[in-house]
T-cell receptor, first 114, second 112 residues
Framework: EAQVTQNPRYLITVTGKKLTVTCSQN?????MSWYRQDPGLGLRQIYY???????DKGDVPEGYKVSRKEKRNFPLILESPSPNQTSLYFC?????????????FGSGTQLSVL | GENVEQHPSTLSVQEGDSAVIKCTYS??????FPWYKQELGKGPQLIID?????GEKKDQRIAVTLNKTAKHFSLHITETQPEDSAVYFC???????????FGKGTRLSVIA
């Protein structure tokens, strides 16, 4: 089944403890992206990648890192999480970056930073 | 860059009535306008999209209209059903390698 898989689904952590949220897609998509969803703010893009070893900042990249060493994986890294990074995170992928390309979203990761 | 405004933020309708969600965009060069539906506990899913060379597109009970002159586009859902209850996001993108810009979302509640 074609899908974007995120793990974990729920995560509670403490300020400053490094964490990684994994994202994997099985559709051979070139484009992958991370979003955070907050009440009243909608979906805001954190980072995106147009292909292996190519990553770009989105609208809210501060406090996050990403890497794209393989086509299928695009992990999101929080080196020193803070409470303002408590949010619902989504990974998404599409065949390429361009108008008309359907974005496939994962099921989300609810992160709480205490 | 592109900015997408979406209204209303919440919408309640009686089952069987129609629902309309409106979005405006800022960059006249934007040429692709998708709508995503997010059900509770899930990621958003594409439900319909429209390109700038088309004024209207329909798929069963949902339709999208685009007014390029006014730079706004709308989602219309007719004969609403409880399963239409969800958060809906509009988005816009320019041609070339530019990511989608999403609106802030509309929470639609269909009351039985």
């Amino acid at each position: 089944e074609a899908q974007v898989t995120q793990n974990p689904r729920y995560l509670i952590t403490v300020t400053g403890k490094k964490l990684t949220v994994t994202c994997s897609q099985n559709m051979n998509h070139e484009y992958m992206s991370w979003y955070r969803q907050d009440p009243g703010l909608g979906l805001r893009q954190i980072y995106y990648s147009m292909n292996v070893e190519v990553t770009d900042k989105g609208d809210v990249p501060e406090g996050y890192k990403v890497s794209r060493k393989e086509k299928r994986n695009f992990p999101l890294i929080l080196e020193s999480p803070s409470p303002n990074q408590t949010s619902l995170y989504f990974c998404a992928s599409s065949l390429s970056l361009g108008p008309g390309e359907k974005l496939f979203f994962g099921s989300g990761t609810q992160l709480s930073v205490l | 860059g592109e900015n997408v405004e979406q209204h209303p933020s919440t919408l309640s309708v009686q089952e069987g009535d129609s629902a309309v969600i409106k979005c405006t965009y800022s960059d006249s060069a934007s040429n692709y306008f998708p709508w995503y539906k997010q059900e509770l506990g899930k990621g958003p899913q594409l439900i319909i999209d429209i390109r700038s060379n088309v004024g209207e597109k329909k798929d069963q009970r949902i339709a999208v209209t685009l007014n390029k002159t006014a730079k706004h586009f709308s989602l219309h859902i007719t004969e609403t059903q409880p399963e239409d209850s969800a958060v809906y996001f509009c988005a816009a993108s320019l041609s070339g390698n530019t990511p989608l810009v999403f609106g802030k979302g509309t929470r639609l509640s269909v009351i039985a």
